[in-house]
């Protein structure tokens, strides 16, 4: 049983670009959230998707938007990157209703913005 | 706002010591879940435990163990007889409920643990 895969491992990016990033949850997971994490830090919620829609949003900018597929895997894109969205950008899957869960997470995307 | 705190930034203990790591939680919430989650170097959140805040009887799993005290809003977590393979980062979690049946995790800034041989 695969776990929660995300592509690509490590990205480098100008700043201004555009960048996706992607993520396949747990088998039979339907909700899947991200993370960003910054060196340092702990990880802060960005945004969860289920059913294909944006269900909760953290304190983060209209730059950060997210898009869920039909097999509930999931895309993180952000928009006009700055030298602070340099992270550890981490997908998180589980089970919508079961707070008793534990989500499951990826490895992670190792954004760097120069 | 809920919040979670983990003051030890950084812990080297010699190899089959037992450490305890503290964390220390607000919510306003009366049902949640709090978890202890390990960062290896690898990145990934590996889940270690999982409490309910209606239960408050502490448990030991092979060589974790965790104490919750609902009164002073602690979750603190100790593995007995450390490894080299113990080190890793590790955060502390709050599920908070949200929208839709759907819920996020606070975490805290984690702690460092480094257990040397």
């Known amino acids: 049983d695969a776990g929660v895969t995300q592509s690509p491992t490590h990205l480098i990016k100008t700043r201004g670009q555009q960048v996706t990033l992607r993520c396949s949850p747990k088998?039979?997971?339907?909700?899947v959230s991200w993370y960003q994490q910054a060196l340092g830090q702990g990880p802060q919620f960005i945004f969860q998707y289920y059913e294909e829609e944006e269900r909760q949003r953290g304190n983060f900018p209209d730059r950060f938007s997210g898009h869920q597929f039909p097999n509930y895997s999931s895309e993180l894109n952000v928009n006009a990157l700055l030298l602070g969205d340099s992270a550890l950008y981490l997908c998180a899957s589980s089970l919508t209703g079961l707070m008793r869960t534990e989500a499951f997470f990826g490895q992670g995307t190792r954004l760097t913005v120069v | 706002a809920q919040k979670v705190t983990q003051a030890q930034t950084e812990i080297s203990v010699v190899e089959k010591e037992d450490v305890t790591l503290d964390c220390v939680y607000e919510t306003r919430d009366t049902t949640y879940y709090l978890f202890w989650y390990k960062q290896p170097p690898s990145g990934e959140l590996v889940f270690l435990i999982r409490r309910n805040s209606f239960d408050e009887q502490n448990e030991i799993s092979g060589r974790y163990s965790w104490n919750f005290q609902k009164s002073t809003s602690s979750f603190n977590f100790t593995i007995t007889a450390s490894q080299v393979v113990d080190s890793a980062v590790y955060f502390c979690a709050l599920s908070e409920a949200g929208t839709s049946g759907t819920y996020k995790y606070i975490f805290g800034t984690g702690t460092r643990l480094k257990v040397l041989a």
């Open positions: 088998s039979g997971h339907d909700t």
